[in-house]
């Protein structure tokens, strides 16, 4: 059974990090870029960034409102993906969903909650 | 553009059909995935490239699209299928992705 599992959010001040982590099971982990999406509350979903295989060059691409301070990565030995988020801001307050990303989305994590707030 | 437009709400009574439409001018070069979302839950996969359900989602859901518009239907709706439905595509390059607004469909 495919499953995804993030984890690593909470409540976090202005201008702090913080790191979400994407535990993955039931398939190969490797053969699969990861995609990040966000939901703000009561909004809709948000693109936010994704990797690529090692393969081809487990590189990322983001979304303009978090390009330069959003990270993604990965750990194919883990089979974990992350999401490093930097200098956060209040706007940067949502449920974060990691997705295996095939161009569409077929599987999806439960969510975790990330709140920016003073 | 670069965005995909979908209308904000769609309402019909169970067993009509419900069209939700997605529109943007990258869909004339790329496929448009559809999501089902229900409250407090993960969106869901409810149709893939060329139109394809994926396993576990109902025959009443069906695809289509006319140029720069893909077309979700759900034909015989039933209270099941009331949720937010949102329309998904890789941006021109492929470098990207990008979300549709969401419709929210409403069962009667």
């Known amino acids: 059974e495919v499953q995804l599992v993030e984890s690593g959010g909470g409540l976090v001040q202005p201008g702090r990090s913080l790191r979400l982590s994407c535990s993955t099971s039931?398939?190969?982990?490797?053969?699969?870029?990861i995609s990040w999406v966000r939901q703000a509350p009561g909004k809709g979903l948000e693109w936010v960034g994704y990797i690529r295989r090692e393969v081809y060059g487990g590189t990322g691409e983001y979304a303009a409102s978090v390009k330069g301070r959003f990270t993604v990565s990965r750990d194919d030995s883990k089979s974990i993906a992350y999401l490093q988020m930097n200098s956060l801001q209040t706007a940067d307050t949502a449920v974060y969903y990691c997705a295996r990303d095939t161009l569409a989305y077929d599987y999806w994590g439960q969510g975790t909650l990330v709140t920016v707030s003073s | 553009s670069f965005e995909l437009k979908q209308p904000p709400s769609v309402s019909v009574s169970p067993g009509q059909t419900a069209r939700i439409t997605c529109s943007g001018d990258?869909?004339?070069?790329?496929?448009a995935y559809w999501y089902q979302q229900k409250p407090g839950q993960a969106p869901v996969l409810v149709m893939d490239e060329d139109f394809k359900r994926p396993s576990g989602i109902p025959e009443r859901f069906s695809g289509s699209n006319s140029g720069t518009t893909f077309t979700l239907t759900i034909s015989g709706v039933q209270t099941e299928d009331e949720a937010d439905y949102y329309c998904?595509?890789?941006?021109?390059?492929?470098?990207?992705?990008?979300f549709g607004g969401g419709t929210k469909l409403t069962v009667l």
């Open positions: 990258v869909l004339s070069k790329q496929e």
């Open positions: 039931g398939f190969t982990f490797g053969d699969f870029a």
């Open positions: 998904q595509s890789p941006d021109i390059s492929g470098l990207s992705r990008l």
